[in-house]
């Protein structure tokens, strides 16, 4: 069974600071990988994907992630923070081989901007 | 575009009464899937259809919980009879083809508070 670890459930940062939040999986084979957005009162908006090809995926709003196979990572970074990227943000797993169609996510990080 | 719709938005009731709450995909997906959100479980899939029809349920917690699509614009989470322990936030999303090629989109929830 394929499972999402992302490390931190709180990080906070200053505006204009790098964003850094952290998403390992557990799979056997590299699984798709995913990040959403989640604002107050609202449903996930999705911010990239993984699925194959090159390993650095860009996003929208600025994000950015990149899969490692070898560390079974992939991290979410945005070069400088704006108070509107303040939300919850969710990693994602979905098998790459086929079969249930069902995301598996992670716990979830709030992400705080300092002014 | 209209997204998908949920409703209601909130709903608090008294242990023991059934509660429906029901979702409104976007035209022409073809892909439902019903999530819950917890503290503690975080978000977590009960259960999808593609083209109607149930595909895997295995994430629904127990007989008390069931979910129907009737046709192609419209679904419902049923849960009778209701305890404490099934607050949450209940999300709807659909896609038009499965997550690993298309982006899930997701209504705003129902906050559900069982008394």
């Known amino acids: 069974a394929q499972s999402v670890t992302q490390l931190g459930s709180h990080v906070s940062v200053s505006e204009g600071a790098l964003v850094l939040l952290r998403c390992n999986y557990s799979?056997?084979?590299?699984?798709?990988l995913f990040w959403y957005v989640q604002y107050p009162n609202q449903g996930l908006q999705l911010l990239l994907k993984y699925t194959t090809g090159a390993t650095l995926v860009k996003g929208i709003n600025g994000f950015e992630a990149e899969f490692k196979k070898s560390e079974t990572s992939f991290h979410l970074t945005k070069p400088s923070a704006h108070m509107s990227d303040a939300a919850e943000y969710f990693c994602?797993?979905?098998?790459?081989?086929?079969?249930?169609?069902?995301?598996?996510f992670g716990k979830g990080t709030h992400l705080i901007i300092q002014p | 575009d209209a997204g998908v719709i949920q409703s209601p938005r909130h709903e608090v009731t008294e242990m023991g009464q059934e509660v429906t709450l029901r979702c409104k995909p976007i035209s022409g997906h073809d892909y439902l899937f019903w999530y819950r959100q917890t503290m503690m479980r975080g978000l977590e899939l009960l259960i999808y259809f593609n083209n109607n029809v149930p595909i895997d349920d295995s994430g629904m917690p127990e007989d008390r919980f069931s979910a129907k699509m009737p046709n192609a614009s419209f679904s419902t989470l049923k849960i009778q009879p209701s305890e404490p322990r099934d607050s949450a936030v209940y999300f709807c999303?659909?896609?038009?083809?499965?997550?690993?090629?298309?982006?899930?989109?997701f209504g705003d929830g129902t906050r559900l508070s069982i008394l």
């Open positions: 999303a659909s896609s038009l083809g499965g997550p690993r090629n298309q982006p899930q989109h």
């Open positions: 994602a797993v979905i098998p790459s081989g086929g079969g249930a169609d069902g995301l598996t």
């Open positions: 799979s056997s084979v590299p699984p798709y």
